[in-house]
């Protein structure tokens, strides 16, 4: 499997922005996918995780700005970003498992074993 995210750029801040993962080799299915961030000089976060049949959850920074969502015919999935902030600044990643765990550690990055290789999203204030 691999991902290929893309759509990251410079914002200012309170513009949108949408970043795409397309995947080859299998469709996500309903497998789960999910974004992470990884913010300057910080770990990497958790952003928003989705598994078809199971449910979405959103990570505090996401909640309420931030919208998951796949096109099983394109084969990608997208990250629609509102209201951008500085704070959002990151490499924001795409990930996506062959195995379908419990939803209840769909926040855990270890779960996932498959990454793209991230895109880099700058928010001016």
């Known amino acids: 499997v691999q991902l290929q995210a893309s759509g990251g750029g410079l914002v200012q801040a309170g513009n949108p922005l949408r970043l795409s993962c397309a995947a080859s080799?299998?469709?996500?299915?309903?497998?789960?996918v999910a974004w992470f961030r990884q913010p300057p000089g910080k770990g990497r976060e958790f952003v928003v995780g989705?598994?078809?049949?199971?449910?979405?959850r959103y990570g505090d920074p996401a909640r309420g700005r931030f919208t998951i969502s796949k096109d099983n015919a394109k084969n990608t999935v997208y990250l629609q970003m509102n209201n951008l902030k500085p704070e959002d600044t990151a490499v924001y990643y795409c990930?996506?498992?062959?195995?379908?765990?419990?939803?209840?550690?769909?926040?855990?990055?270890?779960?996932?074993?498959?990454w793209g290789q991230g895109t880099l999203v700058t928010v001016s204030s």
């Open positions: 990930a996506t498992s062959t195995l379908k765990f419990p939803f209840n550690l769909i926040e855990q990055s270890t779960q996932y074993e498959y």
């Open positions: 989705m598994r078809t049949g199971a449910g979405t």
């Open positions: 080799g299998r469709s996500f299915g309903d497998y789960p």
